[in-house]
Structures are given as structure tokens and as C-alpha cells.
């Protein structure tokens, strides 16, 4: 298995973004922050393709697609903003944010 096809063993920090400011609403998307860097440690330049999805488990309660352009390893995305997450997913369940770097293995 390739090292692009292992999850993306990425040091994440996830944020909340609010998605209305009048309001105290659960929000639907959420931003990750990161550093890519390929098997040498060499920090990743250029487009990249990811998809991140939630997990409850193994089992699969949210995912999307992401494109990202890459500056010196550092990446930013918002998860959410094509496919909202249901606010329902949190303060049910233990949930994980798994990355894959060009799909999963």
C-alpha cells in the first residue's frame, strides 16, 4: 500500500466556524488546519485531493470531498460547506476526523 493511500496521519486542529452570528446554533461545518508531509518529511507542495470524513466507530456518519491547494505542507478546508453536518452527530457520539490523502486505501 502506497504511503498517498495510508490515512493521512495529519496533525489536525479542528475549529467550529460559526455559520450564523444572530443566533446560537450547532454549526454544520467546521474548519481543519494541517501540515502534510510526504514519507522523507518533506512538507507537500501544490493541489492535493482529500476526503475527510466523521466517524462514529467505523462506521461512517458523514464524509466529503476536498481539494486543496498546498503551501509548504500547510493546508486549510472547510468540512461542511458542500455537504452540511448534521449538528445531530455531535453530543451523541464519540466522533473521529479521519483523513485520506488521494481516496482511501
Not at 2 to 9: D, E
Not at 57 to 80: C, N, P, Q, R, Y
Amino acid at each position: 500500500m502506497s504511503a498517498a493511500k495510508r490515512p493521512a496521519m495529519l496533525a489536525m486542529l479542528a475549529f467550529l466556524t460559526l455559520t450564523s452570528p444572530a443566533r446560537a446554533a450547532v454549526p454544520q461545518t467546521m474548519t481543519v488546519q494541517g501540515i502534510l508531509r510526504n514519507a522523507a518529511g518533506v512538507p507537500v507542495a501544490g493541489t492535493t485531493h482529500f476526503e475527510f470524513s466523521l466517524l462514529d466507530g467505523t462506521d461512517v456518519m458523514w464524509s466529503e470531498e476536498k481539494t486543496a491547494w498546498l503551501a509548504a505542507g500547510l493546508f486549510t478546508v472547510t468540512l461542511g460547506a458542500t455537504t452540511p453536518i448534521n449538528p445531530a452527530f455531535f453530543g451523541t457520539s464519540d466522533l473521529s476526523v479521519c483523513g485520506y490523502i488521494n481516496g482511501p486505501p
